[in-house]
């Protein structure tokens, strides 16, 4: 084991002996290091005012993402480089072309948030040569200004797109090579072990180590992403003891794509799934565009809203509809799972002590089939379903249903499948009586709850609707012709 973290914070190297297990990203800038051009606004990776830039080695080629500096674990920095909105300009105090472009499109007025916009477009900057607008909306999902109205900074976004050939005197492009070769000399041959406020983080450096570490604590707390867990901790302000990181391990974030399906490691990233899953899945790559910002989308993790086991994470229902099944692994071994089987009660997953989500496997759509996910919430970027439903159908050259499955998250304590339903229009044709008949069945599935984000009538109401429109837009539809829409 070794007893130290180090990444790059900008030009410095940072070696941390102690931390607490907890401690978040955006504390250790502004109080730490007195970096305060990160802010703090909501401190649930929400408005963006503390976005950064995080850059980790991907299979020995240097990748930077913006992330909510105040929801990330100083316990998952190792062996990156974090950059802040100090760092851009150069010495002689001349702006970067991405500032600069903010000053001279008035993408500023009272200027709380523009450090955290600056950064987004600063990260989109250096990874696009020429963003379009629907990429640069993307990139700024994830940032919230209250003054200024987004079109002046879309503006800079584009101003500073067309200056990206000549700005060799950026920080990161000029160093590109020096940075690639620090990281990779800090990366963890040995896991890391570190003490902090009374409590520890552990970084294994395995799946292996990963999985025996688990057996040896009573209750490991496991953080990839930290996009629920950070909220814990901010917002609940709990203590967590011990903490485990698992966000560097590359075996945990491997895709692999078959022609009978796509295996995902509980590890990879929203943004990174995004990716795999738009070409071969388009529906659910729709879907992932509008889970939580950018920042959320590059930190947040499939197998981490599956592990945390929320009725309302939009992933599981658009899941369980295509048939994915779970590989659970410890100490002693593996074991696997159709996904639904996985949710038990609220709260309560079937996953035993010392065991973790290693992969989740998801069967390709036949390429007859028709597969649709609606995600319902108060805005459409950015926020938490009130409900997302999920349909899997395929039918016969006479038009009756040869299967069918429908799953729902935010309709009950768990994500949980309409088998009633599924049974009413199984063998039937599908047609406008059929979904008339069936529509009922959702009463016998489900008894939602009313809470802040809808009431139990309005999402039992709304679920029912949502059959009607997913036979709206299949019936009379051939798959080709939906696939060459959603292309």
């Known amino acids: 084991m070794t007893d130290r973290i180090r990444f790059l914070l900008n030009d410095e190297e940072v070696a941390l002996t102690s931390a607490d297990p907890t401690g ?36 020995g080629r240097l990748v930077y993402e913006s992330v909510n500096a105040c929801i990330r674990f100083i316990g998952s920095l190792n062996a990156t480089h ?44 250096l990874t696009h040569d020429n963003p379009d607008r629907a990429e640069i909306e993307r990139a700024l999902q994830g940032n919230l200004c209250r003054c200024t109205g987004y079109e002046p900074i879309v503006k800079a976004a584009e101003q500073a797109a067309r200056t990206r050939p000549s ?5 990161i492009l000029r160093k590109r090579a020096e940075i690639t070769a620090r990281l990779g000399e800090f990366e963890a041959r040995d896991t890391i072990v570190l003490e902090g406020e009374g ?10 180590a990963l999985a025996n570490g688990l057996a040896a604590h009573e209750k490991p707390v496991i953080v990839a992403g930290a996009t629920d867990v950070g909220l814990w901790v901010t917002k609940q302000m709990r203590v967590l003891d011990p903490v485990v990181f ?25 943004a990174t799934a995004f990716s795999a899953l738009r070409k071969d899945i388009p529906a659910f790559g729709r879907l992932i565009a509008r889970i939580g910002g950018q920042q959320v989308r590059h930190m947040g993790t499939i197998g981490g809203n599956i592990a945390n086991g929320s009725p309302i994470g939009d992933t599981p229902p658009a899941l369980i509809a295509l048939g994915a099944s779970l590989t659970l692994r410890s100490a002693a071994g593996r074991r696997d799972m159709p996904l639904e089987d ?7 997953q079937d996953r035993q002590k010392g065991e973790f989500v290693e992969a989740i496997h998801v069967p390709r759509p036949a390429p007859d089939s028709h597969f649709a996910i609606y995600k319902i919430s108060k805005r459409r970027d950015e926020d938490i379903s009130a409900l997302c439903g999920a349909f899997h159908l395929e039918l016969d050259a006479a038009n009756t249903v040869t299967h069918i499955r429908i799953a729902f998250g ?36 489900y008894q939602p709850l009313t809470d802040w984000r809808a009431t139990a009538q309005y999402r039992q109401l709304t679920a029912k609707n949502l059959l009607t429109r997913f036979f709206l837009e299949t019936a009379g539809t051939s798959p080709q012709l939906q696939r060459f829409e959603e292309a």
Request: charged content about 20%; aromatic content about 8%.
């Open 199 to 208: 409590r520890r983080l552990i970084v294994p450096n395995s799946v292996e």
């Open 342 to 348: 996985y949710f038990i009660d609220y709260g309560k």
């Open 246 to 270: 698992i966000n560097h391990l590359d075996e945990l974030q491997e895709i692999a794509v078959t022609e009978t399906g796509i295996t995902i490691g509980a590890g990879v990233s929203y």
């Open 410 to 445: 935010g309709m009950a304590g768990t994500p949980k499948r309409a088998r009633a339903v599924e049974a009413a229009l199984y063998g039937q044709t599908w047609s406008e009586e059929a979904i008339a008949a069936a529509r009922p069945a959702f009463d016998r599935d």
């Open 24 to 59: 978040t990203l955006l504390d250790f800038l502004r109080l730490n290091r007195r970096l305060t051009g990160s802010k703090e606004g909501c401190a649930e990776g929400d408005c963006g005012a503390c976005t950064v830039l995080v850059g980790r080695l991907v299979k």
């Open 82 to 125: 974090v950059v802040t909105v100090e760092h851009l300009a150069a010495r002689d105090g001349s702006l970067h072309p991405v500032q600069q472009a903010m000053v001279d499109c008035h993408g500023s007025q009272c200027g709380f948030c523009t450090p955290g916009f600056v950064m987004s477009l600063y990260g989109l900057w």
């Open 167 to 171: 700005a060799l005197f950026d920080p």
